[in-house]
């Protein structure tokens, strides 16, 4: 007997079983949300060992299975709890800062913080490979995930001090926030495995990403919650690549790219796939992600138990008796039941109830939900025996009422009619049978609806209330206006005692979990109202953008055309006026306009039209309507296409440090070209105009085209570079306009620079000859002449010039007021010499022990190209022998070689 009392019914469960249910839903619990789980867990528990211990096993397990991001002191952004960077029970590495993090799960905090030990730390030549992708990997996360965390943490061979050992990177991240790539609302995760083998000098990377995205859905779970939650769509791949073992910097790139790669990819690819869903895949699917997520109203599950277990068929069949309804606060009310339900549980919708006196009169609709004030449904004993006594008599009808006529089976057909005496006939074998039951049920009811009407009669005259607009009011949710509306008169005026009543029947947890939801209902839509203004801005944006397509597509095009000529307009003030033969056009004043269009017509414009004539001038470029040739637009100037080509687009890079062994040339060219740029009021102080251009020459290599760009990177100026040669064309005329347009650009760029090297080309000295290519030479020159003269009055504008033939220059070219300042570039000193060759090996590993001193001895007669190709050769001897340093003698193979090479070059002097 004892055992039979200690065994456990059926229905109760085990400690161990509430404590693995418990565990299940904290462990299931969605992204985020397993706080707001766990406290209506708690409450559903009521049992505080079981709470304790479910929770101090899940919440570790799902804090690294979900990868939180904790704050942690003395480290800027989060940092991620994981299994990777775990080293004992509740301590967690941090390797960038080198602490250790002891976290409190269940808070979800980190409570203290201390140093790492020396052997929790991986070593120094692990650090740097580590620090390096650490870098690498926080650019990539900060361009692609704003809101993201990552962590890079050593999880093999971290003891290892130099190359020969094996290791393991894994790199994680996370971006749980919304985001422009991170289009869902959940998490987004990718964890990388990096095997570093350094045997084979090969990486084996593996990646598993993994997003997940969710919709509102409601739901039924289990027997005794409802749950208004997500639809969880996951979406899971993994990746498998390599690259080649190489430093830790470009490993880092090599690595920080193939991410990068991998996920651009599955990203796009994953919007892809979602887009062509079809409609129907999920109903509650309506708009793209990301979507707001509700969370589950744990509060709003209750459950209700009667004093004895009804079957179902009884239950609807006591629908209608008188029952007493117990409040939370212990009041009671007389009550029935108008509709019901069953879900594996009792499932109330509606239960009308009066006061114990009889004066007053409610419904409670959908109260196992909204009411949240009914404790207990108690049902007397004697009318469960009324009901069962009712309910037997009903099934000992007359075969006449509630008879079943027709075949068995699911093709019969039952038809129920109730007429106010309770009569039910039924044709379909057992559903005509059901039909019956029915007709019964409909009667009980409308019998009770009408007794209820006299009822409320008795309290005021309603005679436009009728049963079937009581019954369609009692299958609906009802505010408290709708119920006074559909009451009697004397309830309209104890509306504002029935709210009091029912705030003073409300507990505090009541009301709180009411807020709750009110709050919960706000947060929805306010989310639902900023999504709108987001797709309303999107939608305007949209709407700008095609406004300006159909504004270019109404545009007419415009003709091309060039002022010819200017021309003011000044009538004379005593002209006849001779009624309609006066001339309107010539009465005008101000300025008129002749333009010549590219269909070779010339125009006269009395009225130019929508732009300012005092800012046209002759040769202008304008924009014409090609009806009325009114001038409607500027248009900027016309240059050859090679002129255009001739300018440096990127900024050059020089600097005088660069240049050895020519200091003295620098100053003078500071001072003709520099200065004038940027201290021009230090030369109108002393009232000295500066000169106009320099002529850079000397023999090949000695650094004239180096000095130039050095000038124009120290005068952040435009810089034009013109090739002698390019200047000679086949067409007569051709050359000139080259050199014409190069100056107008130069005008318009101002401050600029214009290198002309080997100027040799068309420099040179005339003479007479009858070959037209020489004449077409000789023009060229000659509106370069013309040029150098004609800008001198804008001193933002200076000519370089460079050749290593100044002997055959025409001397027009040379003289004072054109090119005033010339440069000799002679080959470079010992000193010079010991100075280019440290600069052009700076970049070099170069061993301590060369002498520059006594390479500069050894390299009588050379200029700078030379001395760079000495470097050069030295570096490929190196290269060669697969050493890592460049020695003296490398230097010295080198000269030798580039000596054997100067003795075949030519002799450019006569």
């Known amino acids: 007997m004892a055992d ?44 505080e060992e079981v709470y304790n211990e479910a929770a101090m096993e899940a919440f570790p397990l799902y804090n690294k299975s979900h990868m939180i991001c904790l704050e942690m002191p003395n480290r800027a952004g989060d940092v991620i709890v994981s299994s990777y960077s775990e080293i004992t029970e509740n301590e967690y590495l941090d390797p960038r800062t080198a602490q250790v993090a002891i976290v409190d799960h269940v808070q979800q905090i980190c409570t203290k913080v201390r140093p790492a030990d020396d052997e929790e730390l991986a070593s120094s030549y692990i650090e740097e490979f580590r620090c390096a992708l650490d870098a690498e990997i926080q650019r990539y996360v900060s361009e692609s995930y704003p809101k993201g965390v990552f962590a890079v943490n050593c999880v093999k061979g971290k003891d290892a001090d130099g190359p020969g050992t094996d290791f393991e990177f894994v790199v994680i991240i996370t971006a749980r926030k919304l985001s422009p790539q991170n289009f869902c609302n959940g998490s987004w995760r990718s964890v990388w495995n990096i095997d570093f083998q350094d045997e084979s000098q090969v990486l084996d990377i593996k990646g598993k990403l993994q997003v997940t995205f969710t919709t509102h859905l409601s739901l039924s779970v289990g027997a005794h919650y409802f749950e208004e939650g997500n639809v969880e769509l996951d979406a899971k791949k993994e990746f498998q690549d390599s690259t080649i073992f190489q430093s830790a910097d470009d490993c880092a790139i090599a690595i920080a790219n193939i991410i990068r790669h991998h996920e651009t990819e599955y990203l796009a690819a994953l919007e892809v796939a979602y887009s062509k869903l079809p409609d129907n895949t999920f109903k509650d699917l309506r708009r793209k992600l990301p979507v707001t997520r509700t969370l589950f109203p744990w509060q709003n599950t209750l459950q209700f138990s009667l004093t004895r277990e009804l079957p179902l068929s009884l239950l609807k069949t006591a629908q209608g008796h008188p029952m007493l309804v117990e409040l939370k606060n212990g009041e009671t009310y007389n009550g029935h039941l108008v509709n019901c339900d069953t879900w594996m549980n009792i499932h109330l919708r509606e239960v009308i109830c009066t006061s114990k006196d009889g004066d007053r009169f409610w419904r409670m609709p959908e109260c196992y939900i909204r009411g949240n004030t009914i404790k207990y449904l108690r049902v007397p004993d004697e009318v469960i025996d009324k009901v069962q006594e009712e309910k037997t008599r009903t099934d000992r009808k007359p075969p006449g009422v509630g008879r079943g ?34 007709g019964t049920e409909k009667t009980i009811k409308r019998r009770h609806i009408q007794e209820g009407m006299k009822d409320s009669s008795s309290l005021g005259s309603r005679s436009s209330q009728t049963p079937k607009t009581l019954l369609s009011s009692s299958r609906r949710s009802l505010s408290l206006s709708d119920l006074a509306t559909d009451m009697a008169t004397p309830m309209v005026e104890d509306t504002s005692s029935f709210e009091e009543d029912q705030l003073a029947s409300m507990s505090t947890e009541d009301i709180v979990r009411a807020t709750r939801l009110l709050e919960n209902e706000i947060r929805i839509l306010k989310e639902d109202a900023q999504r709108t203004n987001l797709e309303c801005d999107s939608y305007k944006e949209k709407i700008k953008e095609n406004q300006e397509k159909i504004k270019l597509n109404k545009q007419l095009p415009y003709l091309v055309g060039n002022i010819v000529e200017i021309l003011e307009m000044n009538p004379e003030d005593d002209a006849e006026e001779d009624g309609a033969n006066i001339d309107l056009d010539s009465q005008r004043k101000g300025k008129c306009v002749v333009l010549k269009t590219s269909t070779r017509q010339t125009i006269f414009l009395p009225v130019v039209g929508l732009v300012d004539p005092d800012s046209l001038k002759p040769g202008d470029l304008v924009g014409v309507n090609k009806d009325s040739y009114l001038i409607l637009d500027t248009l900027p100037s016309e240059y050859d296409s090679r002129v255009k080509a001739m300018e440096v687009d990127e900024k050059p890079t020089e600097d005088y440090n660069d240049i050895g062994g020519l200091e003295k040339q620098i100053q003078e060219l500071v001072e003709a070209i520099v200065l004038p740029m940027t201290h021009k009021e230090r030369f109108e102080k002393l009232g000295v105009r500066p000169p106009k251009g320099v002529l850079l020459y000397g023999p090949p290599g000695t650094g004239k085209t180096l000095m130039a760009r050095a000038c124009a990177a120290q005068t952040n100026a435009t810089f034009l570079k013109l090739a002698g040669p390019q200047l000679v064309q086949m067409f007569i005329g051709d050359g000139a306009k080259l050199v014409r347009d190069a100056f107008q650009l130069a005008k318009d760029k101002a401050p600029c620079i214009i290198f002309i090297d080997e100027i040799d080309a068309i420099g040179t000295k005339r003479f007479d000859s009858e070959v037209s290519g020489d004449r077409e030479v000789q023009r060229t020159m000659l509106e370069l002449l013309n040029q150098l003269d004609g800008f001198s009055s804008d001193e933002r504008i200076k000519v370089i010039a460079a050749t290593n033939r100044a002997d055959i220059l025409d001397p027009a070219l040379m003289r004072s007021g054109r090119l005033d300042r010339k440069i000799e570039f002679p080959h470079p000193t010992e000193e010079a010499r010991a100075r280019i060759l440290q600069i052009h090996s700076r970049k070099m590993n170069v061993h301590p022990d060369v002498n520059f001193e006594e390479l500069a001895r050894s390299t009588d007669d050379f200029n700078g190209a030379q001395l760079k190709a000495v470097c050069v050769e030295a570096g490929m001897l190196a290269l060669r022998r697969d050493a890592t340093e460049v020695n003296h003698e490398d230097f010295n193979e080198g000269i030798i070689q580039v000596q054997a090479k100067k003795k075949a070059s030519l002799n450019y002097y006569a």
Not at 415 to 422: L, N, Q, V
Request: charged content about 35%; hydrophobic content about 30%; aromatic content about 6%.
């Open 4 to 47: 039979e009392e200690d065994e456990l019914p059926e229905t109760e469960l085990s400690y161990d079983q509430k404590k693995e249910i418990a565990k299940w839903f904290l462990l299931n619990a969605p992204a985020g949300e397993i706080n707001y789980v766990a406290k209506d867990l708690k409450a559903v528990l009521r049992d």
């Open 405 to 438: 006529r027709g075949r068995e089976g699911p093709k019969g057909m039952g038809r129920g009619m109730d007429d106010g005496a309770a009569r039910g006939r039924g044709r379909g074998g057992s559903i005509g049978k059901m039909g019956g039951n029915k």
